[in-house]
């Protein structure tokens, strides 16, 4: 069969195709140019011969060529998404109870929220290939509501309102949806995304360090608790302290060493040469080896570390979710008085709903605090998602799977969560494509934390503690570092010694206001601010683009030639360019070259024209952009003075021959009513056109 060659490919084709009947069937060959013949596609007309059918197709449709792939193709992609999934999977587990000691809950309320998110989502989400799960960003928030817990491994005072929160929460998505307000995600600036990855890994790393404190408050093995070591008086007093001790002697040497050989293993086994280094996922090797040096060398050596077992342990009661208003002693704060465990005096611990009278204003700020980091994170990790796998995502369906997934999980007691940018990326990175790695990661969460519980008590504390620094070491953006000192270096030893870091200094204002925001308020105070700082910015700047040239076309006649937007920023000045008392009897404003934005400058419009009629002179704005021309065109009864013209009938189109003035412009960018293309890279000299 004749193939095409690269010489008959139009501009832009990636490849030709050539169509012949094969001798068997019929089937039409897809020849790439300069590349190996595809295989034969399965006919589509015998449906005993298509691979997995409906299931594949739901599952793993929304890889690029999907349709194009041969049978062999499919079954590995479906072998690799499975593989994925496993691997994956083994990974969100240590993050999410780490993610639970951040937010100050118990590791079963995340794990359980873990799966809960992700099967919601993978299923019913618009972005297949992307994980969702408990996430560093939620657990933030949370942790500023819900306070520290007086007992080792348990839930701290507030955690009752954490529920309604989270479905309320999943209510303001569903809300966000219906008035579209996913499109907005747009106005995140870069700075401000370096802000937040620098903020929301400093209180990430910071929350690591209450792994190496711990309270007497209902009993610690650290603390003096028999009649041996302590008289009558003092236990009482043990048993009541709420204060931090930290941790000395073997155990914290221990513990970090521990952490330091979690985090060599996570860091740099992957890149080591090799398929075997590759097969498994760092994070669970990390805990293995960790496990290995507690049960295999610490404890043989007559010491011991804490695990989750010690210090908040799974067990038949936490593997099932159950709707939070059930009696349950995870869905309920600790007692202050007699509690052991999970039982006090009175006995079983419960919730209770009194602790959310007088508390709906927390509920709905916590609820809308939550909601917008979660979309904020979510449909930017759509959008790193869309880059890898070069498809396009639905944000409307990812909000609507999101929001219904946080409700359901409030509902099982769970923290919530939104789509997980660094476990998406690993993901992709490694082929995944469709919804099946992510169904089978949720799936795998699920079956661990019911079936497989016991094994997760035995993971060392100091393990997550390892995994999630090497987290911060990756949130961290760190080339942000020489670009913010780089900011306060004067330019001349900038170019003396070569240290061309240097970014706008706004830039760097913007992201360290965001960082410290993040720290010292939460994530979502943090975003408010650099989206207002940045706007700012951006007003400002914008407003000294604006520039106006005149010329007498006619004794009787002149123009002004307006460029560059016209908005609140600079309408105070805008008048400034206009010699009402000097000029002939006719004006014109021709905007070819600018925008007007908003009722403000409309109001400059009329009052401009207002001077004009007062001084018995005839003002005409000309090309003005449609959303300026139907501004005025809806406030005619307000803008009594303004007289619009089309743009057939002008008068003069550019400037006076031989007059020429610099424009100092920014970017590039053509005008639909202008002669002249600008390049905004370099200043140009507008010349002669044709009048």
Known sequence: MASSSPGNASPGDEYSVSKAPSSDSGVVEDTRVGAVKIPPKESKTNNGDRTGGVVFQFFL????????????????????????????????????????????????????????????????????????????????????????????????????????????????MLIAFALDLGRFVSIISYPLMLGFCNGLAIVIGLAQLHAFSYTCNGGNRRCPNTTADMNTSDMTNSSSDSHHHYIAGAELGWMIGIVLVSMIVM?????????????????????????????AIVRQAGSRTDTIGDVAPFSRDTAFPIPFFIDNSRYAAPSDSGSTGNMTALGPKKYDFDNLKGKAGQILLQAFLLAVVGLIESLLTQEVVDKFTKTKGNGKRTIIAMGAGNIISGFLGGMGGNAMIGLSTINCLNGGRGRLAPTVTALIVMIMVMGAYPVLNYVPVAALVGIMFVVVLHTFKWHSVPAILMAAVPERLRLKYNLLYKIDRMDVLVVLLVTVATYFLNLAYAIFLGVGLSSLVFAWRSSKVIRVRSSMVRDDLKVYHIT???????????????????????????FQGSKVFDSAATRVLNSLSKQYSKADKKFVVRHLD??????????????????????????????????????????????????TSFRLSQPVLLREASV
């Open 61 to 172: 449709g929304d890889a690029l060529g999907y349709d194009q792939m041969t049978r062999a193709e499919k079954l590995s992609l479906f072998k690799n998404e499975i593989l994925l999934g496993l691997i994956i999977a083994c990974a969100q587990i240590p993050e999410s109870v780490a993610f639970s000691f951040l937010a100050r809950v118990e590791p079963s309320i995340a794990i359980h929220s873990a799966w809960i998110m992700g099967l919601i989502c993978s299923l019913f989400g618009g972005r297949p290939a992307m994980i969702n799960g408990a996430t560093g960003a939620f657990a933030a928030i949370i942790s500023t509501f819900i306070g520290e817990p007086s007992e080792p491994g348990r839930s701290g005072e507030g955690i009752e309102t954490l529920f309604v929160s989270v479905i309320v929460a999943g209510v303001f």
């Open 267 to 295: 860091e740099f086994v992957p890149k080591i040469p090799h398929k075997a280094a590759k097969f498994f996922p760092s994070s669970l090797l990390a805990i293995l080896v960790a496990v290995l040096m507690e049960f």
């Open 564 to 590: 560059g937007p016209l908005f609140f920023g600079n309408t105070s000045s805008f008048t400034d360019w206009f010699d009402v008392e000097g000029d002939p009897v006719n004006v014109e404003a021709h």
């Open 626 to 675: 449609p959303i300026g021309a139907r501004s005025v065109s809806k406030a005619a009864r307000l803008l009594h003075y303004v007289e619009l013209a089309g743009g057939d009938d002008v008068a003069v189109d550019a400037l006076d021959p031989g007059e020429q003035t610099p424009v100092p412009l920014f970017g590039q960018e053509s005008y639909p009513h202008s002669r």
